[in-house]
């Protein structure tokens, strides 16, 4: 099929996205603000520390290699096919439609889990701002009805426009980062000048050893949770299609943003383990009644109760929340492009393809996946164990995006295969690099399922089934969230290819479909693509 041939056909031309509307400093705010540092160690920092003790530091370095080498894969295949539907997109082109379409729901499936414990922080943190004790019961229907409401707020400005989320992503990150900053060098000051407390350990260079980690699967389970601090940078590439130069800027933006995370990740792990010790007490990163909430009574102890201390704590809780802001944005992004490509090749229903004439952003997609968000946070913040189900899904969250990520970088290594030989470069940032992406992340999904299978002491869940008939074995839940999400995705695939088979057919989108994104410099003309297996133009 001729690029010509597409250009004539009304359903196959741009997908109505605003081009040129972010730059490279924008799409790294993108990258960054998506992992939303903040709230992420906010809530999962303490949960790394149980399982890794003080190698929590080299967990969050070696966890930023398979970030890295599939970032480098994202970079890769945006070069050849800068699609919004990403992993989808590029996994269909690889492997084939079945493959494709899974790949697709990983990624809609790993937003619509992590929304619900954005929506917990946010609405809990804004009681907390105000010294409000209702922020400390996460199944008060307040914080609930907060939770809803942020939702609604941040779809909207998703639906408004991407340029807007940007801007807004861009001020309060800039005020995040230096916070964070403040926050270490003020935590490492006080260690080491002994002003601290009893609770404080002083830094060591063993903390960077991973032998010294207790066993194989608590590491595991320290890379899993750590695997989510991380997520998000991929939404620099998920609006790629909304970006100035979208075969460049966006891989860059992603490969710069994993480095910004890991020198910001590695400083405030250091600077929080040593300040507040790994007690079960107090400020203790173990103290249960805070795990899902470090900052909170760490920014007083760090600050102190004086004006400045108040201020500054008041601020860290702010920035907590903006955060929060900023990644429920910035997960609303790629989600609504990612539902959005799979319409418009029509591996989802047509109305899905929808976008807004002004805005140009996707709006049924937008819409229905905020809809889906606040339905799945009222369902688990009612259960019984609001809080436990809500940080299993963090957990399953990090099964799905070991599965997409992965996925990534064994297309990226696939669909380069032909072109591999011939040169260096290639072999290593087409091939070999995304490929051992995705093997160690592949390795630690299936270690992952086999640890949280049977509930034990290794395993991350916080709820447990216990089978009513024999074998009677208890399951643990994240294993029952990540697998039967995945599980759903199957059925829901099968249902939609009885219902409409042509993009399982091939007839839609296959290895030789030109990319149809619009051309920077004509927007609604597609861009000519580039052969997947050779480098050559179709």
């Known amino acids: 099929m001729t690029t010509a041939a597409l250009s004539s056909s009304t359903e196959l031309e741009g997908k109505g996205l605003k081009t040129g509307a972010l730059g490279l400093a924008s799409s790294v705010v993108v990258g960054v603000a998506s992992t939303a540092p903040a709230y992420s160690l906010a809530a999962t920092l303490a949960f790394i520390v149980a399982f890794v003790g003080v190698q929590s530091p080299i967990v969050v370095i070696l966890a930023f290699v398979p970030m890295l080498f599939t970032a480098i894969g994202y970079q890769e295949l945006n070069k050849a096919d800068p699609d919004c539907g990403t992993t989808f997109t590029w996994a269909t082109r690889a492997f084939g439609p079945k493959t494709g379409w899974m790949g697709g729901w990983g990624i809609l499936a790993a937003d619509i889990l992590v929304m619900a414990s954005l929506a917990q922080v946010a609405g809990q943190y804004v009681f907390l701002l105000f010294n409000s004790k209702i922020g400390e019961h996460p199944t008060d229907g307040r914080v609930l009805l907060v939770g809803v409401l ?109 480095f910004l995370l890991l020198g910001t990740y590695t400083l405030l792990t250091l600077s929080s383990q040593s300040f507040a010790g790994l007690g079960d007490k107090g400020i203790g990163l173990l103290n249960e009644n805070h795990q899902s909430d470090i900052f909170s009574p760490l920014g007083h ?117 032909h072109n591999l030989t011939s040169s260096p470069r290639n072999f290593l940032f087409q091939g070999l690099i995304p490929l051992l992406g995705g093997l160690i992340l592949f390795f630690a999904l299936v270690w992952s399922i086999k640890d949280d299978w049977v509930f034990s002491s290794v395993t991350t869940s916080y709820t447990v089934w216990h089978m009513p008939f024999s074998p009677h074995w208890y399951i643990g839940g994240v294993f029952l969230l990540g697998v039967g999400t995945f599980v759903v995705g199957v059925i829901l695939m099968f249902v939609w290819r009885a219902v409409a088979p042509a993009f ?35």
């Not at 002083?202 to 590491?219: A, K, L, M, Q, V």
């Not at 290895?511 to 861009?527: E, I």
């Open 150 to 258: 942020w939702i609604i707020v941040m779809t909207y400005i998703c639906y408004v426009g991407v340029e807007l989320s940007a801007k807004l992503q861009q001020f309060f990150l800039v005020i995040e980062i230096i916070v964070l900053l403040i926050f270490a060098v003020t935590a490492l000051v006080k260690v080491g000048n002994n002003t601290a407390g009893p609770q404080a350990i002083d830094p060591s260079w063993s903390w960077f050893n991973p032998f010294d980690i207790p066993d194989f699967s608590s590491f595991i389970r320290g890379l899993i949770l750590m695997l989510f601090i991380y997520w998000g940078w991929d939404s620099a590439v998920a609006v790629n299609e909304e970006t100035a130069d979208p075969t460049k800027t966006p891989g860059r933006a992603a490969v710069i943003s994993t």
């Open 301 to 417: 102890a760090v600050f102190g109760t004086g004006a400045y201390g108040t201020t500054m704590t008041h601020l860290l809780l702010f920035l907590v929340l903006t955060s929060a802001a900023a990644s429920t944005q910035t997960t609303i992004l790629p989600t609504a492009r990612t539902s959005l490509s799979m319409a418009v090749y029509k591996a989802l229903p047509q109305a899905f393809a929808k976008t807004h004439k002004k805005n140009l952003t996707p709006t049924v997609s937008t819409l229905a996946f905020g809809g889906v968000s606040i339905l799945l946070y009222a369902i688990l913040n009612s259960t019984a164990n609001a809080g436990n189900v809500i940080s299993d899904c963090v957990s399953a969250l990090g099964m799905m995006i070991a599965f997409y990520y992965g996925l990534t970088g064994f297309a990226c290594a696939w669909y380069y295969r």
């Open 504 to 538: 399982f057919r091939g007839e839609t989108l296959n290895a030789d479909t030109p990319t149809m994104v619009p051309d920077p410099d004509a927007a609604g003309t597609p861009v000519e693509a580039v052969a997947p297996t050779t480098g050559r133009r179709l």
